[in-house]
């Protein structure tokens, strides 16, 4: 069965950087998009990032030239790389994968406060 676990959060100053790392397993993880969102407590959950299987990516404005997604296949590992964090970034961080229906990891939690 698929499975996502994610890893890496934690808290950080503002201005400061976190990697996050989503473990796959289940399915053939090299075939497949991948994407991390997030929720923010009292918002909707909102897409950060995707990567397809042939590694393009696509990131919403808030984020662009922030954050990394990457991928490595011989790991079966997603990674977030986030940089020059903000406050508005502090949310519970997932990794998605869509395969008939989305399927969500547990969630990471990333606070960025002083």
């Known amino acids: 069965q698929v499975q996502l676990v994610e890893s890496g959060g934690g808290l950080v100053q503002p201005g400061g950087s976190l990697r996050l790392s989503c473990a796959a397993s289940?399915?053939?993880?090299?075939?497949?998009?991948m994407a991390w969102y997030r929720q923010a407590p009292g918002k909707q959950r909102e897409l950060v990032a995707r990567?397809?299987?042939?590694?393009?990516?696509y990131y919403p404005d808030f984020v662009k030239g922030r954050f990394t997604i990457s991928r490595d296949n011989a790991k079966n590992t997603l990674y977030l790389q986030m940089n020059s964090l903000k406050p508005e970034d502090t949310g519970v961080y997932y990794c998605?994968?869509?395969?008939?229906?989305?399927?969500w990891g547990q969630g990471t939690q990333v606070t960025v406060s002083s």
């Open positions: 998605n994968l869509y395969l008939s229906r989305d399927y």
């Open positions: 289940g399915f053939t993880f090299s075939s497949f998009g």
């Open positions: 990567i397809g299987s042939g590694s393009t990516t």
